[in-house]
């Protein structure tokens, strides 16, 4: 157990709905970070935060909308997605001190229809 | 953010075979992390290399970071079916920012 959990598991949407993912750290980081893992395609890095501030945001549409109001807790706001939105999306933590390796929660299966 | 190149992008082996897997960049990497991400599951870091020529082992895998810091390699000896999975290295740029690579998904014939 990585001490990272995510909710929900698995997500069906269509592409007028709005959900929310959520993920849960329980190491004490202070960085945590949104991954998109689509088939045959490297992991995708989305948001990054430290300390709660966004430092990081790679060109990712306006449709997902990251949140996070502690060092804990992370949101992703789902708005209008796209078929081609549909992977596995990741959450990860790390200290962001000295080591920055990260620890991966189980992932969010989105199937957009 | 940096590109990093990895093959091959599939390895099939015989139990008992030896396996490398290869990450290489076009620029100077600050240090590479190695992931291990088993079927259905999700990326398990193993190890970062941060050092010049740096050699670092944990059992039957031996990690690699080139003299020049632009390349790496992971290499298992003696595959089991318990190292079938995708590995992944990871670049890291400034700060929090990581770029991953393509991966190598390794299957182990029993």
Redesign the interface.
């Given at each position: 157990e990585t001490g990272v959990t995510q909710t929900p598991r698995h997500l069906v949407m269509g592409m007028t709905n709005k959900k929310s993912l959520k993920c849960e750290q329980h190491l004490g980081h202070n960085a945590m970070y949104w991954y998109k893992q689509s088939a045959k395609k490297p992991l995708e890095l989305m948001f990054v935060y430290s300390l709660e501030e966004r430092v990081e945001n790679n060109s990712v549409p306006s449709r997902f909308s990251p949140e996070c109001p502690n060092s804990s807790h992370l949101f992703l706001h789902l708005h209008t997605l796209q078929p081609e939105d549909s992977a596995l999306y990741l959450c990860a933590s790390s200290s962001g001190q000295e080591s920055y390796e990260q620890y991966f929660g189980p992932g969010t299966r989105l199937t957009v229809t | 953010?940096q590109q990093v190149m990895q093959i091959p992008q599939y390895q099939h082996v015989q139990e008992g075979e030896d396996f490398t897997t290869y990450c290489n960049s076009s620029t100077t990497l600050s240090n590479i992390?190695w992931?291990k991400q088993r079927p259905g599951?999700?990326?398990?870091?193993l190890i970062?290399l941060v050092k010049s020529g740096e050699v670092k082992k944990q059992k039957r895998l031996t990690f690699q970071f080139g003299e020049a810091k632009k390349n790496s390699s992971l290499h298992i000896t003696a595959t089991q079916t318990t190292d079938v999975g995708t590995y992944?290295c990871?670049d890291?740029d400034t700060?929090?920012?990581?770029?991953?690579?393509?991966?190598t998904s390794l299957t182990v014939i029993p």
């Open positions: - | 953010g992390q992931y599951g999700h990326p398990v870091f970062q992944f990871a890291q700060g929090n920012q990581f770029y991953f690579g393509t991966g």
